[in-house]
T-cell receptor
Framework: DAKTTQPNSMESNEEEPVHLPCNHS???????IHWYRQLPSQGPEYVIH???SNVNNRMASLAIAEDRKSSTLILHRATLRDAAVYYC???????????????FGPGTSLSVIP | DAGVIQSPRHEVTEMGQEVTLRCKPI?????LFWYRQTMMRGLELLIY????????DSGMPEDRFSAKMPNASFSTLKIQPSEPRDSAVYFC?????????????FGPGTRLLVL
């Protein structure tokens, strides 16, 4: 299984940046790092993914350590709608459809304070 | 587009009963996935289909679980007989193409409680 380690919970004030860390020390060279989030009573929602370089999209930024054993999801300005559980996972390159059996761990529950 | 539709949203049943969960994928998507989510084990892939054909069912816990996809717009996940340890949220997801999870769109889930 592709193991990741995340803090159980974090808090942020509204309109402030949030840095969500993830350790993935067992990552292999071809694994992509993915972040998903799950709002209450909803299914997981894709946030961002990357391989080696830092990535930006309209939702967030992903900072990947040089040794790729850790990464940080950055929400630049937290809103109340960002309150969710955030999952960090890694798996084989997208062109390979071999999915791990257990893919999401407990994740980080983010609370946003108005 | 209505997104992935799952029914029922909540199901409470007694041990030993048959449970059928339903999923309607996004129109035009060729891949359909069934997942189970529990506090203990997180989100697990159970089975996935490509063009209505099961590709990998190695995540199905045991013979009590079965899944079908009779056509491109409908899939079922059946548990017979159900047991309390099957209590979980079951998600269906669909995808337009092969590849990573960034291509998958998840439904709202079915919360199953087996008493």
């Amino acid at each position: 299984d592709a193991k990741t380690t995340q803090p159980n919970s974090m808090e942020s004030n509204e309109e402030e940046p949030v840095h969500l860390p993830c350790n993935h020390s067992t990552i292999s060279g071809t694994d992509y790092i993915h972040w998903y989030r799950q709002l209450p009573s909803q299914g997981p929602e894709y946030v961002i993914h990357g391989l080696t370089s830092n990535v930006n999209n309209r939702m967030a930024s992903l900072a990947i350590a040089e040794d790729r054993k850790s990464s940080t999801l950055i929400l630049h300005r937290a809103t109340l709608r960002d309150a969710a559980v955030y999952y960090c996972i890694h798996y084989k390159a997208p062109e390979k459809t071999s999915y791990d059996k257990v893919i999401f761990g407990p994740g980080t529950s983010l609370s946003v304070i108005p | 587009d209505a997104g992935v539709i799952q029914s029922p949203r909540h199901e409470v049943t007694e041990m030993g009963q048959e449970v059928t969960l339903r999923c309607k994928p996004i129109s035009g998507h060729d891949y359909l996935f069934w997942y189970r989510q529990t506090m203990m084990r997180g989100l697990e892939l159970l089975i996935y289909f490509n063009n209505n054909v099961p590709i990998d069912d190695s995540g199905m816990p045991e013979d009590r679980f079965s899944a079908k996809m009779p056509n491109a717009s409908f899939s079922t996940l059946k548990i017979q007989p159900s047991e309390p340890r099957d209590s979980a949220v079951y998600f269906c997801a669909s995808s337009l193409m092969a590849g990573g999870f960034e291509t998958q769109y998840f439904g709202p889930g079915t919360r199953l409680l087996v008493l």
